[in-house]
């Protein structure tokens, strides 16, 4: 924003402004009431390009846009902008660099901008005032107010206002003070003005988040006497708030007392309750509040239906959790990965990854996108069957679809190979690491050390762990099946973005990056192996020079001769599948 050897418009330069300044300005001001304060600065910086001088309304936008992002790095190099253009702040000028700093918490300098204001002869409204208290209660000085209450008695026409009060009570609640916030509600009411909707709710939140929902609700009484009504607002605090005190069915219930009060119930209040229901396993409660979001004719969305299917899929009920996601495609709705990715678990715990695999292939059918977790689900179910040969070609299948796969495919492909008893292949993956750019953890390497130990090969599980520990080391083992691994890890509370704080569903990882041609084609190996025919196998290739379907020269393999010639009757104790290869 430096606006040195930049002005070239000859109006800009004999005027306060031309009519592309002004124009542009205003259009900075429509898209910040948009919501898109970033194209309102990128609006600005045009201006400059362009040789052209921003007038002083132009700096004011462009402090309430920097400021909407949070961006109060460049607050103080506006200000010596304007005074270097020689130009004279106005009451709104200052009163936007005032907010600039009270939103970053930094009090004193708005107090120094106040201060600076006054002595330009422009009175401080009730505005500039509110702006100031809320600084100090963004600082956590709420107390400080009463200096500022004082310097408004002096000001004479300026006195508190609705606003001012509502602005002291938040603050004391954002300090988990609600004692002091209802002294500053008593102090408003003493001065002759009621609390509204906004004040009570500000203190609902406040009971809400201290865990103290029963007295949230009860102020819906003390509303009432004043001639309030609770709204969609107070309702949803007080139902999040029972939720995330575990008391869902006193959430439930509040949702029919709504029924009395006359506020209807929302989409995000029904889809928070079903995901309460979901955590404990009630799908007695979820039936219930799917009869209730019928009874306020409110329609599901894809939220209300992946929420539902986890529950029937958690339970093990597959035959349901599929009944749900045909009654959302037949409802018009289109599944999203959430969906797909419940389903595809719920038929890997239920030991069905034909049906995994299935749905995989009608994913990619219907013009759906699978990323890497969902491909890695189906792998593991493969593997938990024993049936590597069918996790390799999932494996095969994702690399031509132009998916890299991460850490946790090559680890659910070494514990498949652990429970087959065949080490050696589940240590050949380190190599296809390498090609793919996927580091390995210590989790890696303890996967493969306890592939080593099942078979009974304690040397080679010391030599592997003598990677990352001390060869001495005694490995741990670990037994359980990927798919719960894959959960913890891709598992995660989200939010959709109408409603980021009320509904939360699992979700999945989006960093499912397509792997370049040249990765998928350096990620080829051998697996000098008689389980699968190689000519199937993305592992199976000759030159790496070639296009994706071709192969390239084979690689020195992890056992080598004299590994294998002093090992071989260890070997012959390992699966009827395990072929050993001689190889120079």
């Not at 400080?144 to 002291?168: A, I």
């Not at 008593?186 to 609902?204: E, F, H, L, R």
Request: hydrophobic share 35%; proline share 4%.
């Amino acid at each position: 924003m430096d606006l040195q050897n930049q002005s070239h418009c000859s109006i800009c330069m004999t005027k306060d402004s031309c009519r592309t300044v002004r124009s542009q300005t205003k259009l900075m001001n429509i898209l910040i009431e948009r919501g898109k304060p970033r194209e309102a600065q990128s609006i600005f910086d045009s201006l400059i390009e362009g040789g052209h001088k921003p007038s002083l309304i132009t700096y004011t936008t462009l402090l309430a846009a920097l400021t909407i992002q949070k961006d109060f790095g460049s607050i103080h190099s506006i200000i010596s902008q304007v005074e270097e253009n020689g130009m004279k702040p106005d009451s709104i000028f200052f009163n936007a660099v005032i907010n600039a700093f009270s939103e970053c918490g930094n009090i004193e300098a708005a107090m120094e901008t106040f201060w600076k204001m006054k002595e330009s002869g422009l009175k401080p409204t009730t505005s500039t005032y509110n702006t100031l208290i809320k600084g100090y209660g963004i600082a956590g000085k709420p107390e400080e107010y009463l200096k500022l209450v004082d310097l408004m008695s002096q000001e004479g026409n300026v006195k508190p206002n609705l606003r001012t009060y509502n602005v002291l009570v938040r603050a004391w609640c954002k300090k988990k003070n609600v004692t002091e916030a209802w002294n500053v509600v008593n102090q408003m009411i003493g001065s002759g003005m009621q609390p509204d909707v906004v004040t009570y709710n500000t203190i609902a939140t406040a009971y809400s988040q201290n865990e103290e929902t029963d007295r949230a609700e009860g102020m819906i009484l003390e509303m009432q006497k004043n001639g309030l009504q609770p709204n969609e607002r107070t309702c949803g605090i007080i139902i999040n708030g029972y939720l995330k005190e575990g008391r869902i069915k006193e959430a439930l219930r509040f949702v029919y007392r709504m029924k009395e009060l006359g506020v209807h119930p929302n989409l995000v209040m029904f889809n928070s309750l079903i995901k309460g229901f979901v955590d404990v396993m009630d799908r007695d409660g979820v039936d219930e509040v799917l009869s209730l979001m019928e009874e306020f004719r409110v329609k599901p969305d894809v939220i209300t239906f992946s929420t539902t299917m986890n529950a029937w899929s958690s339970a093990g009920f597959m035959g349901k959790c599929r009944e749900i996601f045909d009654d959302m495609v037949t409802a018009g709705i289109q599944p999203d990965i959430h969906a797909y990715s419940i389903l595809a678990k719920g038929y890997v715990r239920a030991q069905e990854p034909e049906n995994a695999e299935e749905l995989l292939k009608s994913m990619i059918k219907s013009g759906s996108h699978p990323n890497v977790v969902i491909f890695t689900t189906v792998i593991s179910g493969w593997c938990s069957a024993g049936r590597m040969d069918n996790a390799i070609k999932i494996f095969d299948e994702m690399c031509e679809y132009g998916i890299s796969p991460n850490l946790k495919t090559f680890e659910t492909l070494i514990w498949g190979y652990s429970e087959a008893k065949q080490p050696w292949k589940a240590e050949e993956l380190l190599r296809v690491m390498e090609e793919f750019e996927v580091q390995p953890d210590k989790s890696t390497i303890f996967l493969i050390a306890e592939a080593w130990r099942a078979t009974g090969l304690t040397k080679e599980a010391n030599r592997i762990l003598g990677t990352v520990h001390n060869k001495e080391q005694k490995i741990e083992t670990t037994k359980e099946i990927p798919i719960d691994g894959l959960e913890r890890l891709y598992q995660k509370q989200t939010a959709t973005a109408s409603h980021p704080n009320l509904l939360q569903i699992p979700s999945v990882a989006t960093s499912d990056q397509k792997g370049s041609a040249l990765s998928l084609r350096k990620g080829r190996m051998v697996l000098r192996d008689a389980d699968f025919p190689l000519e199937c196998s993305w592992f199976a290739t000759k030159s790496m020079y070639l296009p994706l379907g071709c192969k390239f020269g084979a690689r020195c393999p992890i056992v080598c001769r004299s590994q294998c010639q002093g090992l071989l009757g260890m070997y012959g104790q390992l699966t009827h599948s395990c072929t050993v290869v001689f190889l120079n």
